[in-house]
Nanobody, 116 residues
Framework: QVQLVESGGGLVQAGGSLRLSCVAS????????MGWYRQTPGNQRELVAG???????NYADSVKGRFTISRDNFKNTVYLQMNSLKPEDTGVYYC??????????WGQGTQVTVSS
C-alpha cells in the first residue's frame, strides 16, 4: 500500500507563494497520473491540478496561470507551486492518483491559509 505525505502548507498573505510537496512511498507512483486536491469545510475534495505519467498537465479554471504542478518520478514526489495566492485558495491540500480506481488511502493533507 502506497502512503502519501503532503507538506509545505502554511499561512501566507494574499499575493504570496507556497510550494507543496507530496512524497509517495511506493515505486508504482511513476505510472500513475497524479493530482492535487483541495478541501474546504463542508465541501468535497475538488481537483485543483493534475499531471499525467508523461507530464501532461491540467488545471482547474480558478488556478490557471497561478499554479504549476510538476513531478519527479525518481523521488516519487509531486509538487504544486502556488503563486499569486488568494483567500479563496485556502483549504487542506491533498495529493492522490487522478483515476479513482487507482487511488490510495488519503494522507493527512497540508493546510494552506491565505489571509487578505
Amino acid at each position: 500500500q502506497v502512503q502519501l505525505v503532503e507538506s509545505g502548507g502554511g499561512l501566507v498573505q494574499a499575493g504570496g507563494s507556497l510550494r507543496l510537496s507530496c512524497v509517495a512511498s511506493g515505486s508504482i507512483f511513476s505510472i500513475n497520473a497524479m493530482g492535487w486536491y483541495r478541501q474546504t469545510p463542508g465541501n468535497q475534495r475538488e481537483l485543483v491540478a493534475g499531471i499525467g505519467s508523461g507530464g501532461s498537465r491540467n488545471y482547474a479554471d480558478s488556478v490557471k496561470g497561478r499554479f504549476t504542478i510538476s513531478r519527479d518520478n525518481f523521488k516519487n514526489t509531486v509538487y504544486l507551486q502556488m503563486n499569486s495566492l488568494k483567500p479563496e485558495d485556502t483549504g487542506v491540500y491533498y495529493c492522490n492518483a487522478l483515476v479513482p480506481v487507482t487511488r490510495w488511502d488519503w494522507g493527512q493533507g497540508t493546510q494552506v491559509t491565505v489571509s487578505s
